[in-house]
């Protein structure tokens, strides 16, 4: 069976089938969110509207407009033509183009280390036994760049309460995929693959971290980290890590690919933090993809409720 074909037999939960759960086409969905027909806006708009009118996909699925601060969900196009994929080219623009055939299907996920129940998990395994939930997040990278994204995805909680992490494990370290014959950036032989990164335990377990298998309510596409990457909305984009393969827990503090090169611009916490300039530039605003102008950053980009009492023990004045 196919991923898509299974991924549309994924039962709704009960939860999830509320009245706000609207199905857009994209010219409603523009509409709703104000692009088509604001006169002055749709000038400036028009001509980008048109050209991706043909390639966009008609059944847009979201449950909202807007984040839970207002901001507008990005566009599908934004979303999937925009991304950071060094696997494949440090041309954002261009990691749409060179993913387009990669292989998703058959996709294992080996999760073991300091578990009871260590498993190799089919991705059908886990969209069945996880239901798909719509998490609205906004992502920011450290570049100082950010879009507001409909994810589609699970807890990494319950994929780890799953194999029966011991009391000894204090981390999570994850790997993506290696196969240079479908990844070209692979070849580029200065970076350290297979990527890596890794989370504290409780940072794993926290609510917000999503297990992310879907975009605007359709499979996740190759581009944005297909079929499996994990979503950590308060930290910095580069923590989010595409097409996982393996899910490891252990008793120290992972290397990372970005701490191996560049340890002190791009440490292992990496929480999103106005304060605290990275050596090269300022954290402090960021622009929003499809907007002009900058926006304030905010602390834990938004998340501070969710996520600031994990670190009542550690100087957030460190970036890392
Ligand atoms: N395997 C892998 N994961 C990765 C990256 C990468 O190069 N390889 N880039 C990261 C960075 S820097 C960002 S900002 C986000 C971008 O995710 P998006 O393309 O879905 O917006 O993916 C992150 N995950
Ligand atoms: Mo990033």
């Not at 996880?130 to 507001?148: N, T």
């Amino acid at each position: 069976m196919s991923h898509s074909a299974f991924y549309k037999s994924v039962p709704v939960k009960p939860s999830e089938i509320t009245p706000e759960h609207i199905y857009l086409n994209r010219r409603q969905f523009l509409k709703a969110m104000g692009v088509i027909g604001a006169g002055a806006f749709l000038a400036s708009c028009a001509p980008s509207e048109q050209a991706s009118e043909s390639a966009a996909p008609l059944d847009l699925k979201v449950s909202a407009t807007t984040d839970e601060l207002g901001d507008p969900i990005n566009t599908y196009e934004e979303i999937t033509n925009y991304n950071n994929y060094y696997e494949f080219t440090t041309d954002k623009r261009q990691v749409a183009v060179l993913a387009k055939d990669f292989k998703t299907s058959p996709w294992q996920v080996e999760v073991y280390g300091l578990v009871n129940k260590p498993k190799t998990f089919g991705l059908e395994d886990l969209l069945r036994k996880f239901p798909a939930e719509e998490r609205i997040y906004r992502l920011r990278c450290v570049e100082a760049w950010s879009m507001v994204i409909p994810w589609m995805g699970f807890p990494l909680a319950a994929l780890l309460k799953e194999v029966e992490p011991l009391s000894t494990a204090k981390y999570v370290r994850f790997e993506s995929i290696m196969d240079s014959s479908q990844m070209p950036g692979q070849k580029q032989r200065f970076y350290p693959w297979p990527y890596q990164e890794g989370l504290t335990i409780e940072e794993a377990m926290n609510d917000l971290t999503l297990m992310a298998t879907g975009l605007y309510g359709k499979m996740l596409p190759p581009q944005n980290g297909a079929p499996l990457r994990l979503v950590v909305p308060w930290k910095y984009g580069f923590k989010s890590i595409k097409a996982i393969v393996k899910i490891e827990l252990i008793d120290y503090e992972p290397n990372t690919l970005w701490s191996t090169i560049a340890p002190h611009e791009y440490g292992f916490y990496a929480n999103v933090n106005p304060q605290v300039p990275h050596p090269r530039w300022s954290q402090a605003s960021e622009r929003r993809i499809g907007e002009s102008g900058r926006r304030p950053t905010l602390m834990f980009n938004g998340y501070a409720e969710q996520v600031a009492h994990l670190y009542k023990d550690i100087n957030l004045k460190d970036f890392y």
